[in-house]
């Protein structure tokens, strides 16, 4: 658990109630399948609005310390990644602005690089959960989990879409993507000091619209807003 901001008193509480969840395996196995139960729910339905703080109490967190040994994992098994979602933000930033329970990251080759992934991960205690298809922008997203609760998810990329929104050609000559569009699209970040892959600011606000925004969500496109307007 990264420990560089302090936490609230109810926050801290549950982290050691959660510690005490994590100790006990029947306890353990009742709080993942709550956390995938509302999961599965709608936002607006009683099962999300009763048990849906419940989860975010005492969901795990994925710290600097565990995305670096992450993206170690990645680097080593040859996986084309960026950085998406809140850490691909806070990498942008600079600096780490609000805690992640989880991690996006974007994989270049899905069809390939996914289950690449998946097996570097596993090395690391995490086991793929389930996958799903979307709508918006990131077609696939595959969910890992470990035994603290902490999550990945492995996301692709509608490519056509994206070179589209952006106004770029998607791929050259010889089908790889195209060097304006990888100017466009990617970036680098930094995570403790350490340069990390991550998609660009531009991409990040086009990948926050087309659904409602939850607070964390409107934190990280001011943030990254702000990038922009620099």
Do not use: K
């Not at 990644?81 to 691909?88: I, M, V």
């Not at 490519?159 to 699209?185: P, Y």
């Not at 990280?220 to 922009?228: F, G, K, N, T």
């Amino acid at each position: 658990m990264d420990n560089r901001y302090p936490m609230a008193g109810p926050r801290r509480l549950a982290g050691h109630i959660h510690g005490l969840i994590m100790a006990w395996p029947p306890l353990r196995r009742a709080a993942t399948r709550m956390s995938l139960y509302v999961l599965e729910s709608r936002p607006r339905s009683p099962t999300h609005i009763l048990l849906g703080p419940a989860r975010g109490m005492f969901r795990g967190q994925i710290g600097s310390r565990e995305l670096l040994r992450l993206v170690d994992a990645l680097e080593a098994a040859n996986v084309g990644f960026w950085l998406a979602g809140g850490w691909g933000v806070d990498a942008l930033v600079g600096n780490q602005t609000r805690r992640h329970d989880d991690l996006d990251v974007v994989i270049d080759d899905f069809e390939t690089g996914a289950p690449t992934a998946c097996r570097a991960l596993a090395a690391l205690g995490f086991r793929l959960l389930d996958a799903r298809r979307h709508a918006i922008w990131m077609p696939d997203r595959w969910h890992l989990r470990n035994d603290t609760m902490s999550q990945v998810d492995l996301l692709s990329i509608d490519w056509d879409l994206l070179s589209t929104a952006l106004g770029v050609q998607a791929s050259n000559g010889s089908g790889s993507r195209s060097d304006a569009l990888r100017r466009v699209a990617f970036a680098e970040g930094t995570v403790d000091g350490r340069s990390v892959p991550c998609l660009s600011a531009r991409v990040q606000v086009l990948y926050h619209s087309g659904f409602e925004p939850r607070a964390v969500h409107r934190h990280d496109v001011e943030l990254v807003r702000s990038l922009i307007e620099r």
